[in-house]
């Protein structure tokens, strides 16, 4: 019994014969740093607040998020050799990335959105190490979660990702289309899924009701319905859609409020293409109320 | 017995005169109205701008000329004791900060007005600056109303 649990939560882990053969790209990893929203959590706070333009790159943790399950606390991801990754290999970086586990072997929360970022094609997570490594070392540990129990047990997380880790494409089949190129930006690097769609009462994402909106973790109200469904965006076109995440503006001319914000400031950062591309993603979703 | 009908016949006008429905009859509903006929102006331009309507330069003009008439009167609508609907705490916490968000916006378009944008390209960066101080007033000084 005890065997098959320690079994059941055991971290899995890719090693370094799985990778591809690929020369990091730092360049093309820059792409999925604003993609993945890494500077929205992991930026130091600059005088309490938001980090804002250049300082988004001075990835020293710091932010406490407050939730039902305790304090997380964003570590520090700069290329610092002892405070941050620096002295990571590639193959810590994925495991970390893709499979929620740290270099010394213990699972990760899942406030880290690995379970998107394992969608992600390793050849980008690869890029984007690469393009991390460019920025500056930032000093300073950040305090370890303060988490009550069971949730304090890290073991337990190995039993979730059992359930709810996994890399295969949620909802549209993969194809060489553009879709698909918004498929991986949405379901991968963008984690959208993670605020957008409902989770249960385990905190897994519930997917019959993938990016039909739900209660926001952050106070009232919800987190809007991006399907063509629901009474939220369903009206807006691919072109609105893209323009949104261009300039922040809706078609109403009203503007992105909430944690959306800093994620549209992201998104600017992308090329016209992969706005379309998430654009073309959205629409083709199935309508959910 | 007349000293305590004097007494709160004071309090009841110094409650009227520092009432918030002193400055308007409703200044939560007024704001609201007119920031909802700013972003009617907003529109016109946005959709020049996205290509979605020909540009038409009385049309540009006309909706700068809303705007800048709803910038004049917009900081007057948030009185003490007005807080509520989407405007945010920040705005009486931070008063100094907010009217100098709400003197960008009203800059920017003074500034358009004055550049009198004849043509799409001209258009562009005039009302990019405009549509750049929205965002950063409502970023810091509006929350999302449920």
Not at chain 1, 30 to 56: L, M, Q, T, Y
Not at chain 2, 26 to 54: F, N, S, T, W, Y
Request: proline letters at 8%; a negative charge; hydrophobic letters at 40%.
């Amino acid at each position: 019994m005890i065997a098959a649990a320690w079994w059941l939560t055991s971290p899995q882990t890719v090693g370094t014969g799985d990778l591809p053969d690929h020369t990091p790209d730092p360049e093309a990893g820059e792409r999925f740093f604003w993609a993945g929203g890494c500077a929205s959590c992991h930026a130091s706070p600059v005088d309490g607040k938001r980090a804002k333009g250049d300082d988004k790159l001075l990835l020293g943790g710091g932010l406490e998020l407050e939730t039902d399950y305790g304090i997380f606390r964003v570590p520090n991801i700069s290329p610092h050799p002892d405070d941050g990754i620096g002295d990571w290999s590639v193959v810590e970086f994925v495991n970390a990335m893709q499979r929620g586990v740290s270099p010394d072997g213990r699972h990760y929360y899942p406030s880290f959105p690995y379970t998107s970022y394992a969608r992600m094609p390793v050849v980008d997570v690869i890029d984007l190490k690469a393009f991390l490594d460019t920025l500056p070392p930032v000093e300073g540990r950040i305090a370890p979660h303060d988490l009550g129990l069971p949730w304090s047990l890290r073991r337990g997380v190995g039993a979730w990702k059992r359930r709810y880790l996994d890399t295969a494409p949620l909802t549209l089949p993969a194809s060489p289309t553009l879709v698909d190129r918004g498929r991986l930006l949405v379901e991968g690097a963008g984690h959208c899924g993670e605020c957008h769609t409902p989770r249960d009462r385990f905190g897994g994402l519930q997917r019959e009701h993938w990016l039909a909106g739900a209660p926001n973790p952050e106070g009232k109200g919800r987190v809007p319905n991006i399907t063509p469904g629901g009474k939220n965006i369903s009206q807006w076109s691919a072109a609105d859609i893209a323009y949104y995440l261009e300039s922040g503006f809706t078609p109403e001319f009203d503007t992105a409020g909430g944690s959306m914000v800093a994620v549209q400031e992201n998104m600017a950062k992308l090329s016209d293409q992969d706005r379309d591309a998430i654009a073309a993603y959205l629409k083709a979703l199935p309508a959910r109320d | 017995m007349s000293n305590l009908i004097s007494r709160s016949l004071v309090a009841t006008i110094a409650l009227v005169f520092t009432s918030p429905l002193f400055a308007g009859d409703d200044p939560v509903h007024e704001r609201h109205e007119l920031m909802e006929g700013v972003g009617d102006a907003a529109k016109p331009i946005g959709q020049i701008l996205k290509g979605e309507r020909d540009f038409d330069a009385a049309v540009v003009m006309t909706s700068l000329r809303t705007f800048d008439e709803a910038s004049a009167q917009f900081g007057e609508l948030f009185p003490p004791g007005s807080e509520g609907g989407e405007a945010a705490p920040a705005i009486w916490e931070d008063r100094a900060g907010f009217e100098e968000a709400l003197a960008a916006w009203a800059d920017a378009v003074d500034a358009a007005i004055a550049a009198n944008p004849q043509t799409l390209e001209e258009t562009k960066p005039v009302a990019g600056d405009v549509f750049k101080t929205c965002k950063g007033c409502h970023d810091n000084y509006r929350i999302e109303d449920e």
